[in-house]
């Protein structure tokens, strides 16, 4: 995931507030020398309700489960 | 038979092109041939054809127009062929013909283009998967053929050869992948010694009054062309493919430029319902992107339009997106090999792509209201995957999603569909987020579908439903 799509991501976790979930909080595992401008592996969380969403092979998976949707 | 051109000649030949282009498209690919050309096209009657001329060292332009299927050169063209009454007297005239047409130039034009070819063969690493793509062509082929019941037929589109057995020699450097192993013997013989060259006619022939099929046609051509260069007939293994296209009255005869479609170049993994890069490229051209646009394609699958479109307009920043964990890996692999097809291109720095995938659900898109500058994408076909029953619940609550994310007054979006029914009937309900723009007829793997143009209102969508 490339830094300027985390500037369109927001969360679609039901029931936020209006204009929640955003900006989404970008978790990878620390590496002081190199600064994250593409997160291969990682997660994304939202703000308000603290669900994460994996990011893998660069790709983040941004679909809520059954009961979540 | 033809011999080399002399040095310093090739430069002044010209030639009348002949592209193939995906039916409704033909406006944008003149349009493309102008912008990159800077030629004036004729589009034919005969649907999905556009012509043009271009100085013959303009070829390797020619050869990446992103509109264009297939490419031929014009030996020459009939605009009203007035056939004999019998069927003998016909097809002896189109064998008349052969030796009355101007073949040098454009033998020379079919020449310099074999030469483009070589290098490209050259330059390219032996590739695996170049096989994988042709067995996966012919499944995606087989498909299509399932689907033709539903299409109109209304072209006798038979390729018809006038060739016999298969040459001995397996050893044909017009085939993709070949390597670049070329024995000193072959390239003496391209200079020097007139080969025996190798040929086949295809023909193609529409309209109800003609006296004979294109089979019979391609049949008596290819005698004639047998005889009057001494060719040898190779269904398979051709060096040269003349191509017999009847419409009507209309009469072209070309000499084929491309072997394999253009339009499946940027996929190496396909999916069940890949769509041409040509077409591709043509929705994305009616959206008329402009330098920084936010561009997604919410609905991937192998992501053919993500791709073509970071590949054509680097300026503007894509985003693919699909929520079937497949479609998503597929997509992911395709821009792996393109990278890596850029990386083999550039010695040192590969500079990378625009773009970025993410796997989510079209319903319920994790996109922020109003940011997105276009959607184009290819929704899914009851026939194809899905059902009709789905489309009638989905497409509502697709073109509300899009909506939101899409930026009001200035954004657009361009979507396919064959359940022009469904599109229909949802867009009537959304009439205060998308405005009707054009609307092109296309042809999909024999179906009949559509890409609407809509443009977003400068409504304002609702902010994502906090309640529920």
Known sequence: ?69 | GPGVAPAGEDAELAAVIGATVPTGFELMAAEEVQEKLGSASRISRDRGKIYFEVPARGLPQVHRLRSVDNLFVVVQEFKDYQFKETKEDALKDLEDLVKKLPWTDPLKVWELNNSLKKKKTKRKKHNPQSTVRKEKLNSDTEEKEADQKDAKKEEDCAQDTAGVEPADDAKDELQAGAGTETKTGDSRTNDGEAKVLKFRVTCNRAGDKHSFTSNEAARDFGGAVQEHFQWKADMTNFDVEVLLNIHNNEVVVGIALTEESLHRRNITHFGPTTLRSTLAYGMLRLCDPQPTDIIIDPMCGTGAIPIEGATEWPSCYHIAGDNNPQAVKRAANNICSLLKKNENKESSASPGIPLDIIQWDICNLPLRTGSVDIIVSDMPFGKRIGSKKKNWDLYPACLTEMGRICTPGTGRAVLLTQDKKCFAKALSRLGHIWRRGQTVWVNVGGLHAAVYLLRRTWERAEEKRSFW
């Open chain 1, 1 to 69: 995931m490339k830094l300027l799509t985390h500037n369109l991501l927001c969360s679609n976790v039901r029931g936020l507030r209006p204009g929640g979930g955003f900006p989404l909080r970008i978790q990878v595992r620390a590496c002081p020398s190199v600064p994250a401008v593409e997160v291969l592996e990682g997660f994304l969380q939202c703000p308000d309700s603290g669900r994460q969403f994996p990011i893998s092979r660069g790709i983040p998976n941004m679909l809520l489960s059954e009961e979540e949707a």
